[in-house]
């Protein structure tokens, strides 16, 4: 249900030369949140709070420490933990609050976060475990094989990949006996958002699977050998590297046709994307160099040296892009890569980007805001899921919600660089519209009209 954000005008295109200038501002849409960054030691001791995009540091904002840690899984913000995964390959929840620190499972082979906070984790006996809202679960039956790809699903629901001689799409619960689907190949594997369809690359194409069987599979021919998947937060489009072809292409998951790709000077061997689905960023198949890209108008806005690691670079939930830069780390404004913040020495760690905060901590533009909305009086207010230049994809989704019993509509642009957006609403006061995004269990903005 979630498209693209708005776009704003792209800087001029830039070269990999990092430009140093601090500059103020936002640094995406109007209606972005708070965003901070969690830094934890890879040789352990007490984790570190950053407001983001400047990364001004919070002093004693988290308590307690973490041994040697090898992975971060990931952040749940309504549960206000952080999980993280040792040296040892033990599963820590750290309470973000507390700063206590619980064993949740040992001997892991793979775990996830699932889009609702989530923590799924199989050991190395396959068998599952589940630590969903504080509540821990060890799962009675063991997958059927060891996972090679997994993914949260709706539901407290696992969809997990096995290869082998005889490779297969795996739905799992709890409660419920595993499904198996045979898939078609064994080339790079993505899921949607929440897991509702599957995505595996061979070398002719891309074969679209929905785990729980509902519908067929479908196969979009594609050449230049098909690599690197990723969904965009709606998943109505998926975005596909190659091997050899230069740039991405671009799947229309309801059509099944090619859709207008996105240029790139190398073929991607992975990608990232903006929570909200403004920023992609792609990593060349040689080179420690990540390309930013401007999605509402496919636009490469340039190329930053930086190692691709499993928590870094990133888009933060305000827009920011966290990433390495020699031994240190710094946030960019990803529509001019102009430098908003450094942390020297920090690139020996590892970080997460989150939307959790502290209490107290409201950031200056979140004040305003609040103010804002105080002296306005009654709204109006809307919950926005989506923005598009496509009116007619818009008008669709916006049908939709509407027939699923939610006040949707279409606002048409403002100006030349906004465009359609889809949206609940509208409501008098900003209490209630967070009250009806929090219930679409997926990522949502407010939006003020001419603020």
């Known amino acids: 249900m979630l498209g693209g954000c708005q776009s704003r005008a792209p800087g001029a295109p830039s070269s990999q030369t990092i430009v140093s200038n601090v500059v103020n501002g936002r640094t995406g849409p109007s209606g972005r949140g708070a965003a901070f960054a969690i830094r934890v030691p890879a040789a352990g001791g007490p984790p570190l709070l950053y407001r983001l995009p400047a990364l001004t540091p919070l002093p004693n904002a988290l308590r307690g420490k973490l041994p040697p840690t090898e992975r971060i899984i990931g952040v749940d913000p309504e549960a206000a933990q952080l999980f993280v995964r040792t040296a040892k390959r033990d599963i820590l929840a750290y309470d973000l609050e507390s700063g206590r620190v619980d064993s949740v499972v040992s001997d892991v082979q793979l775990s996830t976060l699932g889009p609702d906070g989530t923590l799924y984790a199989v050991d190395t006996k396959r068998r599952v475990t589940t630590l969903s809202r504080r509540v821990r679960l060890t799962w009675p039956h063991p997958l059927d094989g060891d996972p090679a790809d997994l993914f949260g699903s709706t539901n407290e629901r696992l969809v997990a990949t096995v290869g082998g001689g005889h490779p297969a799409l795996i739905v799992a619960a709890a409660d419920q006996p595993q499904a198996s689907r045979p898939l078609p190949a064994e080339g790079d594997v993505a899921?949607?958002?929440?897991?509702?369809?599957?995505?595996?690359?061979?070398?002719?194409?891309?074969?679209?699977?929905?785990?729980?069987?509902?519908?067929?599979?479908?196969?979009?021919?594609?050449?230049?050998?098909?690599?690197?998947?990723?969904?965009?937060?709606?998943?109505?489009?998926?975005?596909?590297?190659?091997?050899?072809?230069?740039?991405?292409?671009?799947?229309?998951?309801?059509?099944?046709?090619?859709?207008?790709?996105?240029?790139?000077?190398?073929?991607?061997?992975?990608?990232?994307?903006?929570?909200?689905?403004?920023?992609?960023?792609?990593?060349?198949?040689?080179?420690?160099?990540?390309?930013?890209v401007n999605l509402p108008i496919k636009q490469l806005v340039g190329g930053l040296p930086t190692s691709w690691l499993g928590d870094l670079p990133t888009i933060a939930a305000d827009g920011s892009l966290l990433l390495r830069n020699g031994d240190d780390v710094i946030t960019v404004r990803p529509d001019s890569l102009k430098e908003m913040g450094r942390i020297t020495g920090a690139a020996k760690d590892l970080w997460v980007a989150t939307d959790w905060a502290p209490r107290g901590a409201a950031t200056p533009t979140a004040a305003l805001a609040a103010a804002s909305d105080s002296a306005a009086g009654e709204g109006p207010l809307y919950v926005q899921v989506s923005v598009s230049r496509n009116a007619t994809w818009s008008q669709q989704m916006a049908d939709e919600l509407t027939r699923a019993g939610l006040a949707a509509k279409v606002l048409p642009p403002a100006t030349v660089d906004e465009g359609f957006r889809v949206v609940l609403g509208p409501y008098n006061t900003r209490e209630q519209a967070e009250g009806i995004g929090k219930k679409l269990g997926r990522p949502y903005w407010i939006y003020h009209p001419g603020q």
Do not use: K, N
């Open 191 to 292: 899921a949607s958002r929440w897991g509702e369809m599957v995505a595996v690359a061979s070398d002719s194409g891309v074969t679209l699977l929905d785990p729980m069987g509902r519908r067929d599979a479908t196969f979009v021919p594609i050449s230049d050998h098909p690599r690197a998947l990723l969904f965009s937060p709606s998943g109505h489009r998926v975005y596909v590297g190659s091997r050899s072809g230069l740039g991405l292409r671009v799947i229309d998951r309801y059509t099944l046709r090619e859709i207008d790709g996105v240029a790139l000077p190398t073929p991607a061997a992975a990608m990232r994307l903006d929570p909200l689905g403004q920023w992609l960023l792609a990593r060349p198949t040689v080179g420690d160099t990540v390309w930013v």
